[in-house]
């Protein structure tokens, strides 16, 4: 017999829930924005929105479906099953965090704070969950499939992201490697820099596209479903031993960035969450491409 579906929904602590475990009491950290020139009450009103959203896209899961809820902090430790559903209640950042953890089920996104978050991946409404959770399992259903990321160490460390994946020494300091792409001839040039960057098309509306700008770069940048990456280093050092000739690129389905530490320890980690990195240490090789999974979003 077949298991009856799972909306999973994944939140995360709101900024005021935060605050008051830090200080202790509503009334100390009341005081503690105050003398920051802030209010609480405004932090406080977008903890209630968050939460009334919570309540209303838990009452809208069809009666014989299973639930279960999952704290941001806590996805790494969380199972997720083939017949889930995901609902993501919260920013769209929160989309990405848990996009690494998925195999291909799908994923709603909804809006606790509709004018303050984009909106990019957190699409819908509280109120639009009754329809979208059936939506979700049609085989005709509207699911765009987002391209990923991935990075293979050479010891089978992989890490995958929805945005973008950063390679570099840890606090951002000067990293030391050497760099080509495969199938490139063997064209590699030994590099310093503050790291490298390998972002998608979803990365194309934050860290990536501030590259790409500062940089004038002339690369067009991907659509979100476009299975294409980018990529850029970013500051390279020219001197008597590194050089900067390959600094920015285009990788296709196929292609992969090739990188051999040449450091002490670098990492690599995806969509912000440098708490959870692949720890790299000289003398191995990284490489970076196109993931052959894909975030399968409800449009």
């Given at each position: 017999?077949?298991?009856?579906p799972?909306?999973?929904?994944?939140?995360?602590?709101?900024?005021?829930?935060e605050?008051?475990?830090?200080?202790?009491?509503h009334?100390?950290?009341?005081?503690?924005?105050?003398?920051?020139?802030?209010?609480?009450?405004?932090?406080?009103?977008?903890h209630?929105?968050?939460?009334?959203?919570?309540?209303?896209?838990?009452?809208?899961?069809?009666?014989?479906?299973?639930?279960?809820?999952?704290?941001?902090?806590?996805?790494?430790?969380?199972?997720?099953?083939?017949?889930?559903v995901?609902?993501?209640?919260?920013?769209?950042?929160?989309?990405?965090?848990?996009?690494?953890?998925?195999?291909?089920?799908?994923?709603?996104?909804?809006?606790?704070?509709?004018?303050?978050?984009?909106g990019v991946?957190?699409?819908?409404?509280?109120?639009?969950?009754?329809?979208?959770?059936?939506?979700?399992?049609?085989?005709?259903?509207?699911?765009d499939?987002?391209?990923?990321?991935?990075?293979?160490?050479?010891?089978?460390?992989?890490?995958?992201a929805?945005?973008e994946?950063?390679?570099?020494?840890?606090?951002?300091?000067?990293?030391?490697?050497?760099?080509?792409?495969?199938?490139?001839?063997?064209v590699?040039?030994?590099?310093a820099?503050?790291?490298?960057?390998?972002?998608?098309?979803?990365?194309?509306?934050?860290?990536?596209?501030?590259?790409?700008?500062?940089?004038g770069?002339?690369?067009?940048?991907?659509?979100?479903?476009?299975?294409?990456?980018?990529?850029?280093?970013?500051?390279?050092?020219?001197?008597?031993?590194?050089?900067?000739?390959?600094?920015?690129?285009?990788?296709?389905?196929?292609?992969?960035?090739?990188?051999?530490?040449?450091?002490?320890?670098?990492i690599?980690?995806?969509?912000?969450m440098?708490?959870?990195a692949?720890?790299?240490?000289?003398?191995?090789?990284?490489?970076?491409?196109?993931?052959?999974e894909?975030?399968?979003?409800?449009?």
């Amino acid at each position: 017999m077949s298991l009856a579906p799972r909306a999973v929904l994944v939140h995360r602590a709101t900024e005021y829930e935060e605050l008051v475990a830090r200080h202790g009491t509503h009334g100390q950290a009341a005081f503690f924005l105050a003398s920051r020139g802030r209010s609480l009450e405004e932090v406080a009103e977008r903890h209630r929105r968050a939460h009334q959203a919570l309540t209303e896209v838990t009452a809208a899961v069809p009666l014989t479906w299973r639930q279960a809820r999952v704290e941001r902090r806590d996805l790494d430790r969380f199972l997720f099953a083939p017949e889930d559903v995901v609902v993501v209640v919260g920013q769209d950042g929160l989309v990405a965090n848990v996009a690494k953890y998925l195999a291909g089920q799908p994923v709603v996104g909804i809006d606790t704070d509709p004018g303050r978050n984009p909106g990019v991946l957190v699409r819908h409404r509280p109120g639009d969950a009754g329809a979208l959770l059936p939506a979700a399992l049609a085989r005709d259903g509207g699911v765009d499939e987002l391209t990923m990321v991935e990075a293979v160490a050479d010891d089978t460390q992989r890490l995958v992201a929805l945005n973008e994946i950063y390679l570099g020494a840890a606090g951002h300091q000067t990293a030391r490697y050497r760099l080509g792409l495969d199938g490139d001839r063997g064209v590699v040039e030994a590099q310093a820099s503050s790291g490298v960057l390998v972002g998608t098309g979803t990365g194309a509306t934050g860290w990536l596209r501030s590259v790409w700008q500062e940089r004038g770069s002339a690369l067009t940048l991907p659509g979100a479903t476009e299975p294409r990456l980018l990529w850029f280093v970013r500051e390279a050092w020219p001197s008597p031993a590194t050089g900067t000739s390959l600094v920015a690129g285009e990788l296709a389905h196929s292609a992969w960035l090739r990188v051999t530490v040449e450091s002490d320890r670098l990492i690599a980690f995806g969509d912000g969450m440098e708490s959870d990195a692949v720890e790299l240490t000289w003398g191995q090789t990284v490489r970076v491409g196109v993931c052959g999974e894909r975030l399968r979003l409800v449009g």
